[in-house]
């Protein structure tokens, strides 16, 4: 584990499982919290909700387009929803409802999307999404969520059902190190600089955060010294301490387990161009993947500390 | 405004919306007359003698909701609020105009009044069936209404909202196809046949109401109906003429998106007297 950092980077649990647990806490405290999900209540973890309180929890069947506009019924009449189902298809058989009835009229919908990625693993592509976030930052209105761990994600959902406006949070099937100690406390819109450093910035989000973090201990090892931030919003996004970092460190790469294309990246491309223009180098998807166990996909599609030590390594040769 | 269950002067109200939707549409030289025209009688039976709703309350916790999920509809929901006073009558000519609260199609950020912004076809039978829920876990006697066109039950997501809502015993949700067996294309049996109808959403779990849509009593018999129906969600399948009123316009696919012009809205308005 990194030597010179303060993270030990232990297994947590998976955020799908901190996002079903939370959901059933706050169904306790919230009476107007209810839940929707798409025959897959076990996999998404509403299960714990639904086992509490069945009469709030809204089995919808296989049917995605159907459930986030019954959600959005339910908003309407002033219930707080939260609909889920796997990422790759609430966002993409959702995405129009979500278009008309969520986002365009502002309505209070909370969408999560669980096996997002493609650490899902041996299901393979059709059910891995790589572009939820492209879908989900493309609505205005919706606030969009990528906690990295449990600790985050247990906020990011209580934040989710406290504020009065569309939400999508993204969670991950598999179990995901925990960066956060359980008090941490975070802010709507504010990434956290993990790690100081002044040479370049690494820029993560969910499961990315962590292979920043042991990025960081590889590039130390170098005389490197790696800036690491955790972007846990990616919508409102944090562009003050993404420019400060630019200025202050002058290279960036950003790492998430998204299509490079429309993800984080592109974000902080556009806000970087804005603000503080810098050289950035992107780890991501470009491509649709294959069925594996989630580590060996992890680690052959080059979603790894080794393949962020090397985008640094290249940003570092670009920076002047 | 007055509410009433007389057909007689429930049909005085009719002729009056549809000389708005003729103005109306007339003033924004576009819109879609013929799919408003043919929805009067089942909105202004429903928002004069069967809704339970205030204009002095528009946000009444315990309103019965509407939807028009046939969005493209919206001047007849516009004639009829304005007439019911939720909106001003002397804009209804600004339809379809920059900064109009009368947009192409409903839109809850200009009319907060509207229950959800629609257009996109097929969603507003899930949308209600949602408030449905909501009224049965507040135990609320609200009862939610939606308007549906008949091309747009073509939508798949209609289907899936029907199977859910005989599923989940929505007996507190009417829907009620506007079947006037025209679309933007030309007539529903050559674009997409929609038959057998009333057999689809009997298998499908509703209680089935066959009707003319233009007949005051019968809707108001079918509305008793489907609000005396437990266990299971009432459709009403409205028999309409498209264009309904205006002679020229009426069963002609063309004034489904084609708004009148200066002499035909004098004809029509003539016709309308």
Same mark, same amino acid.
């Given at each position: 584990m990194p030597a010179n950092t303060k993270f030990e980077l232990k297994l947590g649990a998976p955020t799908r499982e901190a996002f079903g647990r939370t959901l059933a806490e706050l169904g306790k405290e919230n009476p107007n919290i209810v839940v929707g999900d798409a025959?897959?209540?076990?996999?998404?973890m509403t299960t714990y909700f639904a086992k509490a309180f069945p009469e709030r929890l809204f089995e919808c069947g296989i049917a995605e387009a159907n459930m986030v506009a019954i959600g959005a019924g339910l908003a309407m009449s002033g219930k707080i929803p939260f609909v889920s189902s796997f990422s790759a298809f609430i966002m993409t058989k959702g995405f129009e409802q979500m278009?008309?009835?969520?986002?365009?009229?502002?309505?209070?919908?909370?969408?999560?999307?669980?096996?997002?990625?493609?650490?899902i693993g041996e299901d393979g592509p059709s059910q891995m999404s790589m572009e939820d976030l492209a879908l989900a930052c493309a609505l205005p209105n919706f606030t969009v969520l990528s906690p990295a761990d449990e600790v985050a994600t247990k906020w990011a959902v209580r934040w989710a059902a406290n504020h009065v406006g569309p939400v999508f949070i993204r969670c991950g099937r598999v179990k995901a190190p925990v960066i956060y100690d359980a008090d941490a406390t975070f802010e709507i819109g504010k990434g956290v600089e993990l790690l100081g450093g002044t040479d370049v910035t690494l820029v993560a989000t969910g499961l990315l955060t962590a292979e920043c973090i042991k990025a960081s201990d590889i590039l130390a090892g170098e005389g490197?010294?790696?800036?690491?931030?955790?972007?846990h919003t990616i919508k409102p996004l944090d562009e003050e301490l993404l420019a400060k970092a630019a200025r202050e460190t002058g290279a960036l790469v950003v790492a998430e387990e998204h299509l490079v294309d429309s993800g984080l990246g592109a974000r902080v491309a556009q806000a970087l161009a804005r603000h503080a223009p810098a050289p950035v180098e992107f780890v991501g998807l470009t491509r649709y993947a294959e069925s594996g166990s989630p580590d060996e996909l992890l680690d052959h599609?080059?979603?790894?500390?080794?393949?962020?030590?090397?985008? &640094? *390594? =290249?940003?570092? &040769? *670009? =920076?002047? | 405004m007055q509410k009433t269950s007389n057909p007689a002067e429930l049909a005085g109200i009719c002729r009056q919306i549809r000389r708005h939707i003729i103005t109306m549409t007339g003033a924004a030289k576009s819109g879609h007359p013929g799919g408003s025209l043919s929805a009067v009688e089942i909105l202004v039976t429903l928002y004069w003698d069967v809704l339970r709703h205030d204009p002095a309350q528009p946000r009444w916790p315990e309103r019965d909701r509407f939807v028009l999920s046939k969005g493209h509809a919206a001047p007849v929901l516009y004639g009829v609020l304005a007439e019911c006073g939720y909106t001003p009558v002397e804009s209804l000519n600004t339809l379809r105009k920059l900064g109009s609260i009368y947009q192409g199609h409903p839109d809850v950020r200009f009319i907060p009044a509207l229950e959800a912004s629609t257009g996109s076809l097929g969603e507003g039978l899930s949308v209600v069936l949602g408030m449905g829920l909501a009224a049965k876990l507040d135990n609320s006697p609200t009862r939610s209404y939606v308007v549906l066109g008949d091309g747009e039950i073509q939508e798949g997501q209609i289907w899936e909202a029907a199977m859910f809502?005989?599923?989940?015993?929505?007996?507190?949700v009417c829907a009620i196809v506007d079947y006037n067996r025209i679309q933007l294309d030309g007539f529903t049996k050559d674009i997409l046949d929609l038959e057998p109808l009333a057999a689809k959403w009997q298998s499908f779990g509703w209680h089935v109401i066959e009707l003319d849509g233009h007949d005051i009593a019968a809707l108001q018999a079918a509305f008793a109906e489907a609000a005396a129906t437990k266990g299971k969600p009432t459709v009403l399948i409205a028999h309409t003429v498209k264009g309904k009123g205006v002679s020229f316009m009426e069963n002609n696919p063309k004034y489904h998106g084609v708004a009148p012009n200066a002499e035909e809205i004098e004809l029509a308005l003539k016709e309308l007297a």
């Open positions: 025959d897959l209540t076990k996999s998404t278009r008309c009835l969520v986002a365009y009229p502002n309505v209070n919908l909370k969408v999560v999307g669980t096996h997002s990625g493609i650490s490197i010294s790696a800036r690491v931030i955790d972007i599609y080059g979603m790894r500390a080794p393949e962020v030590a090397a985008a &640094a *390594r =290249k940003v570092l &040769a *670009r =920076k002047k | 809502g005989a599923f989940h015993k929505a007996d507190n």
